[in-house]
């Protein structure tokens, strides 16, 4: 089977992607969209399913719409997993489902299948998962090294409209009580230099290193002693919980019914239920070097049945169930992965957009005319989102 995945963030082309690749299957990803794009990768990869997954620079509006309009003309299967669930079903992914209007569509929320259900879309649950590629042991690294670490945006603005969400009480219970008590925690992600009213406290500036790249996330994991997991929800688990355990990380995390449903207490990870145990949890793990070392490398074992083959499998045999694909699905030894971008660098004279850039910038650096880049990259108008790769000529 051939499935086009409409993406380009690096959060979500090396996970699902690669998992249909290790069930057999030729995967092709997209990179940025246009209008022209779409129909052009369809026409020349001729998918069997095409895949959109999150909220990324692939998900404006007019995005959506073009991804109707093209994948409704050429009557292939459409699904959308809706990863923002539950905290923002209503604000996205109720609105894109409405645009785009998906064959199927997966959440990793269940209790949310209710609720696209009454809306007119088909829906399953599906957690996330993590693959080996992406996140896996390494040896640490210096630059990273550290006592306590944390990997996640901040979302200072959301937890300020959402005090009663989850996601605030879950960085309350696993990161106020250390900075009261003065315990460095190291912070990697945006905008933490935002969050002393939330906290209670400011975290000090040379304890927060910003944004790091999702490449980059495993050898965190790989170099902190401790690493802290946020929870958005106590019925479901974040995309971090399963790839800092298949990193070999050892995790403390908040104590909710999802975390308990999967893994075990002080086995696979340590789980806090209030400030006070978080503190007490840090200080006896952090003197414990081999109580931590057996637990982090016991994690991964709990994870046996969560790689993204697993999940990959899963839509297959979901769709079939529901007559959207056929039941004659047939998977090769070694499936293969081609990114469209790179099939284009072989035609063409290429260029992406930096921030700043104009068209017209652009035209004139090469030496052709606005008109002939608009025509080349079927543009309906100036406007052109940073990171769009260009067409500038052909070869």
């Given at each position: 089977m051939r499935i086009l995945f409409l993406e380009s963030h690096p959060m979500w082309i090396f996970g699902l992607p690669n998992?249909?690749?290790?069930?057999?299957?030729?995967?092709?990803?997209?990179?940025?969209?246009?209008?022209?794009?779409?129909?052009?990768?369809?026409?020349?990869?001729?998918?069997?399913?095409?895949?959109?997954?999150?909220?990324?620079?692939?998900?404006?509006?007019?995005?959506?719409?073009?991804?109707?309009?093209?994948?409704?003309?050429?009557?292939?299967?459409?699904?959308?997993?809706?990863?923002?669930?539950?905290?923002?079903?209503?604000?996205?992914?109720?609105?894109?489902?409405?645009?785009?209007?998906?064959?199927?569509?997966?959440?990793?929320?269940?209790?949310?299948?209710?609720?696209?259900?009454?809306?007119?879309?088909?829906?399953?649950h599906l957690d996330f998962a993590y693959h080996k590629s992406v996140h896996h042991r390494v040896k640490p690294f210096k630059k990273y090294r550290c006592d306590i670490a944390v990997v996640a945006n901040a979302y200072p603005d959301f937890l300020l409209k959402n005090p009663d969400s989850f996601r605030l009480s879950s960085i309350q219970t696993l990161i106020s009580p250390l900075l009261e008590n003065n315990i460095r925690v190291d912070f990697w992600g945006d905008d933490w230099d935002s969050m002393g009213d939330l906290l209670g406290k400011n975290i000090p500036n040379n304890w927060i290193h910003g944004y790091l790249d999702y490449s980059e996330a495993h050898k965190v994991y790989s170099s902190a002693k401790i690493v802290l997991g946020i929870q958005n929800c106590k019925d479901q688990l974040t995309q971090r919980t399963y790839e800092i355990l298949g990193s070999e990380g050892f995790l403390i995390t908040s104590d909710t019914p999802a975390v308990r449903s999967k893994f075990k207490h002080k086995h696979d990870l340590v789980l806090s239920s209030s400030p006070e145990r978080t503190v007490k949890l840090i200080k006896y793990y952090l003197k414990n070097n081999k109580k931590r070392e057996q637990i982090r490398t016991q994690a991964k074992q709990s994870l046996i049945n969560d790689t993204y083959r697993h999940r990959a499998e899963k839509i297959i045999e979901v769709l079939i169930d529901h007559g959207i694909l056929s039941n004659n699905i047939k998977s090769i030894k070694g499936g293969k992965i081609v990114h469209f971008p790179e099939l284009l660098k072989q035609k063409y004279e290429l260029y992406v957009v930096k921030k700043g850039d104009t068209l017209f910038q652009i035209s004139q650096k090469y030496g052709v005319s606005l008109e002939h880049i608009m025509e080349l990259n079927q543009l309906d108008s100036h406007i052109i989102d940073v990171g769009l790769m260009l067409k500038i000529k052909a070869k």
């Open positions: 998992g249909f690749i290790d069930a057999g299957h030729n995967v092709m990803i997209s990179g940025s969209l246009t209008k022209g794009n779409i129909l052009e990768m369809i026409e020349q990869f001729k998918p069997d399913l095409i895949i959109s997954m999150g909220w990324t620079a692939e998900h404006s509006k007019n995005k959506q719409i073009w991804i109707h309009d093209v994948v409704k003309q050429k009557k292939i299967p459409l699904v959308y997993w809706a990863t923002e669930d539950p905290l923002h079903t209503k604000k996205f992914s109720i609105p894109l489902i409405k645009r785009m209007k998906p064959d199927f569509v997966f959440t990793v929320t269940p209790s949310i299948c209710k609720l696209y259900n009454k809306q007119g879309f088909k829906s399953a």
